[in-house]
């Protein structure tokens, strides 16, 4: 059995589109990718989902690290983990927050889905107001 699972935010979740960090923003790591809606690429908003398995009950740490340009929300099988206030600063962004999240997942497969919004909440997402969503669920399970 896996003993760690990695699932981060790529082309190849549900309506992702990849997109290059700027400067600003904290830097993927190998492998995973900022991502904004595949459906509506300039939109001010986007939503992208990915389900996966969890291998065992038996999980030690499960984390969600997140980093939104500008503020997102999202669920995991359902449920509201993240919640963020709307707010229209143009020079906010995320540096990355992480997240337990072991009390929202379970054996077998479970789903995410985050929605991530630009600033101001009708500006569309351009070279000069970028728009992005990095995450990446992290599963120690136990020996």
Do not use: C
Request: hydrophobic share 40%; net charge negative.
């Amino acid at each position: 059995m896996k003993r760690h699972t990695i699932i981060s935010t790529d082309g190849s979740w549900v309506n992702a589109l990849e997109n290059e960090p700027i400067e600003a923003w904290v830097q993927p790591r190998e492998g995973e990718a900022y991502v904004w809606g595949a459906s509506d690429s300039i939109g001010p908003a986007a939503v992208v989902a990915k389900t996966f398995k969890v291998h065992s009950n038996e999980i030690r740490i499960a984390t969600l690290f997140l980093s939104v340009d500008n503020y997102g929300i999202v669920l995991i099988n359902g449920v509201p983990v993240i919640i963020d206030e709307p707010q229209d600063t143009l020079a906010f962004y995320n540096p990355g927050r992480t997240f337990h999240i072991e009390p929202f997942l379970h054996k077998g497969e479970n789903n995410i889905v985050i929605a991530g919004f630009n600033s101001p909440s009708n500006a569309n997402r351009s070279v000069g107001n970028p728009a992005g969503i990095l995450a990446r669920i992290e599963i120690q399970y136990e020996q």
